[in-house]
């Protein structure tokens, strides 16, 4: 029994037993228990898994592979029967061999930088060759690649602005401008990894959160878009996942912002703003290195025959989007303050 199996057996086991515990303990009339019945049990079926599709003969292209969610990924649908187009930034690093030497025949890695269109064009070209040669078809696409510096526009340089758009946004569209043909003829899958910082501000992150937000937006006009091709397109939104993306030299980075920065920001700012710390000093305690769930749900958004729109992953996930859009702003405000006040940030101008 596979994992949603579980899932699914188990919550129609609990929806039955609350159902039969709430009709014994309260006087629940006919229609109430009629009622609370066909609730209970039309969430269940809302939550039934779908039909899986068979692997046989489906490749899948994963770009973002050289660690975390896309290392993981990629390993995960190669044992599943995939061929795996692993991208890496580094075709020749340490995440690549790992692949490599931990994987079957079936996984190829790629040098695929998505924000240069020469390395786009050249995996293409590879892909294409071994989709012919094997007899088989790209079924899916995982744009998963992406980056994040932690700062304000003022302090950042206009180079690392631009280049956290070029590859968490543009990026993607290099990959889909030039692979959809392929999935147009398969009818196959587009997943596209974003984050809750796309649907919900985070101070200090506001480029990273700029560009998820593009991302998620596009996915969606895609998602209308692709209909008519018969390509269904899910958006994953993860949050909380210790996948590396903050693992940057954030001093020769801050060095390099205040070289760069005008001599008012430097006044107004301080050089302390240029190198921001983590309030919480055991950060990583938050942060999950177990991808299994999210690993899970873009397998689901591949194979399902009924797969959703988007698939929340992770701590918060959810619930700050859920603060950020449905709640009153003065209460957001306050609680986004608590729930996403990450960052040591004391500006010297603030306290004249």
Request: proline content about 3%; glycine content about 6%.
């Amino acid at each position: 029994m596979d994992q949603s199996a579980r899932k699914f057996v188990i919550t129609y086991t609990l929806t039955l037993m609350c159902i039969a515990i709430i009709i014994t303990i309260f006087e629940v009339t006919l229609i109430w228990q009629v009622f609370i019945t066909l609730t209970c049990l039309s969430t269940v079926i809302i939550t039934t898994p779908t039909k899986k599709l068979p692997v046989k003969d489906k490749a899948v292209l994963i770009t973002g592979c050289d660690r975390g969610i896309g290392h993981v990924l990629a390993k995960q649908l190669d044992r599943k029967g995939f061929y795996v187009f692993a991208g890496c930034l580094k075709n020749r690093g340490q995440g690549s061999k790992d692949l490599v030497d931990g994987s079957s025949s079936r996984l190829q890695t790629l040098q695929l930088d998505v924000s240069k269109l020469t390395q786009v064009k050249s995996a293409l070209h590879t892909v294409e060759q071994q989709l012919h040669s094997k007899g088989i078809q790209l079924w899916g696409i995982v744009n998963n690649a992406g980056i994040c510096y932690i700062g304000n526009v003022e302090i950042m340089t206009e180079e690392d602005i631009q280049k956290i758009m070029t590859i968490n946004y543009t990026g993607p569209v290099n990959i889909c401008k030039h692979f959809l043909p392929l999935l147009r003829r398969s009818r196959g899958r587009l997943v596209n990894v974003a984050s809750n910082a796309g649907l919900a501000p985070i101070p200090l992150m506001g480029a990273y959160c700029a560009s998820k937000s593009a991302l998620v937006t596009i996915s969606e006009v895609w998602r209308y878009e692709l209909k008519m091709w018969g390509i269904k397109v899910a958006t994953i939104i993860p949050s909380g996942y210790k996948t590396g993306i903050m693992s940057y030299d954030m001093i020769a980075t801050g060095n390099r912002w205040w070289n760069k920065a005008s001599p008012i920001v430097k006044k107004d700012y301080g050089q302390e703003c240029f190198y921001i710390k983590f309030k919480q000093k055991n950060r990583d305690f938050f942060l999950s290195a177990e991808f299994s769930d999210i690993c899970y749900k873009i397998e689901d958004a591949l194979l399902s025959s009924k797969p959703k729109s988007r698939y929340y992953s992770g701590f918060l996930a959810e619930f700050i989007p859920f603060i950020y859009i449905y709640l009153p702003v003065w209460l957001s405000d306050y609680l986004l303050s608590v729930l996403a006040n990450w960052f040591e940030f004391n500006p010297k101008m603030q306290n004249y």
